[in-house]
């Protein structure tokens, strides 16, 4: 009953900035964390950054200074600006937000995108 719908990503030189955003529609309650993780060919899946509903973000350390995690609540989306960008930040990034639905139980699910790719090259 939520689907989340990303967009952005590509192919961007060494140096170079992409975006990202990530909407979630549906049978939604409450949008509470959201995030953005990444996984690079025969590596697992890895936290990127997370955002709260109020606000407060978290960045694993080597995209900190780099990428900025910002979200809209009243559209349910989420964004990630990458500047500087290197040739191992290369990944499928994926979106992540944990919902609350309008229907009981009123509890927390975990939901996933589809992934897309970033690929920094030169």
């Keep these: 009953q939520v689907q989340l719908v990303e967009s952005g990503g590509g192919l961007v030189q060494p140096g170079g900035s992409l975006s990202l955003s990530c909407a979630a529609s549906g049978s ?9 993780y990444r996984q690079a060919p025969g590596k697992q899946r890895e936290l990127v ?9 978290n960045y694993r350390d080597s995209v900190k ?15 990630l600006q990458m500047n500087s960008l290197k040739p191992e930040d290369t990944a499928v990034y994926y979106c ?3 919902t609350v639905l309008v229907f009981p ?18």
Excluded: K, L
């Design 28 to 36: 939604i309650r409450r949008v509470n964390d959201m995030g953005w």
């Design 49 to 57: 950054a997370t955002i709260t509903s109020g606000g407060s973000t």
């Design 65 to 79: 200074g780099r990428f900025t995690i910002s979200r809209d609540n009243a559209a349910n989306t989420v964004y």
């Design 96 to 98: 992540n937000a944990h």
């Design 105 to 122: 139980p009123f509890v927390e699910y975990e939901h996933w995108g589809q992934g897309t790719q970033v690929t920094v090259s030169s």
